[in-house]
């Protein structure tokens, strides 16, 4: 399986075919309402604004695998980040991303890239810490660890990076930066 063999399901039932992206840079994200990394919202919009015209795309798939923190409908999750954060990339359906019925794009990004870390810092001791209680095995398995997990793919349609959460928007700004 290749990148854009890929379909994701749209929340009004429809697919969008990862085919359409061909030639573009891709940032795939699963997301959360309630999370702490939810203003990661407004960064990845600030992204998709400067780099749209250039060929990027947002691929944002909301996930209520992690704490149960996006319980809302597709329509209230939509709703909740066009009036908070103004965002204007496409969603997807909400999905699993680990398990299984995780959807097919996040069974394929686990497979291209898997874990490297939390990083350093007060967030990935934190995320670490937490982690630790939930699979102790956590650093050994590529599951998705957590809310605003980001795959970065180039327009060849090859997985180039994965940040965690915990990783700087910055560093995830610049990554899609030396891809345009």
């Known amino acids: ?29 699963n997301t959360a309402t309630g999370c702490g990394f939810t203003p990661h919202y ?33 329509e209230e999750i939509h709703e909740f980040c066009q ?19 995780a959807i097919d794009l996040f069974k394929f990004l686990k497979e291209e890239k898997g874990f490297e870390g939390f990083g350093k810092g007060p967030k990935a001791l934190m995320m670490s810490t937490m982690l630790k209680k939930i699979d102790k095995d956590y650093k050994n398995n590529p ?13 060849q349609g090859e997985v180039v990076a994965r940040f965690e959460p915990t ?3 910055k560093e995830v700004a610049k990554c899609v930066e030396e891809l345009m």
């Not at 009036?83 to 019925?101: A, C, H, I, R, W």
Request: hydrophobic share 35%; with cysteine.
């Open 143 to 155: 599951e998705i660890k957590w809310n605003f997990t980001k795959f970065i793919i180039n327009r």
């Open 83 to 101: 009036l908070k954060y103004n965002t204007q990339f496409p969603q997807m359906k909400k999905s699993d991303v680990n398990g299984e019925n």
């Open 1 to 29: 399986m290749k990148f854009y063999d890929i379909k994701v399901e749209a929340p009004d039932g429809s697919f969008v075919d990862m085919k359409d992206y061909e030639g573009k840079v891709v940032l795939v994200v």
């Open 167 to 169: 990783a700087d928007m």
């Open 42 to 74: 407004k960064d990845l919009e600030a992204i998709y604004e400067k780099f749209h015209d250039q060929g990027f795309e947002i691929v944002d798939v909301p996930c209520n695998q992690f704490a149960g923190q996006t319980p809302e409908s597709d």
